[in-house]
């Protein structure tokens, strides 16, 4: 079995920076990428950014560009991001996420086959 589990979530104000990471464990996966979404309450679940392994690429939502960085590790199964000017509609519950890589999936819940418990965070105003 697979585990995905996240760190690093908590509460700050407006303007921070945090940085969440994600560790996989359990039995040998391969995934062509790994990324985060968030999800806030009364909310659908949306893509944050990934980062494809095959093709060395990162992918971020229009409303995190310039202020949140994706990066990670493939061979540790690690990915890390990078939250900074922090503003409070950022506040959700952050999940990693693990699966093939799909082009045209990359920023689709349904392109990960691997799901962490999420971690909260809150920016205060």
């Known amino acids: 079995q697979v585990q995905l589990v996240e760190s690093g979530g908590g509460l700050v104000q407006a303007g921070d920076s945090l940085r969440l990471s994600c560790a996989a464990s359990?039995?040998?996966?391969?995934?062509?990428?790994m990324g985060w979404f968030r999800q806030a309450p009364g909310k659908e679940r949306e893509f944050v950014a990934a980062v494809s392994w095959s093709r060395g690429t990162t992918y971020y939502a229009d409303s995190v560009k310039g202020r949140f960085t994706v990066s990670g590790d493939n061979a540790n199964k690690r990915v890390y991001l990078q939250m900074s000017s922090l503003k409070p509609e950022d506040t959700a519950a952050y999940y990693c996420?693990?699966?093939?890589?799909?082009?045209?999936?990359?920023?689709?819940?349904?392109?990960?086959?691997?799901w962490g418990q999420g971690t909260q965070v809150t920016v205060s105003s």
């Open positions: 359990g039995r040998t996966f391969s995934s062509g990428a």
């Open positions: 996420a693990a699966g093939p890589g799909s082009r045209w999936l990359i920023s689709q819940t349904g392109g990960y086959e691997y």
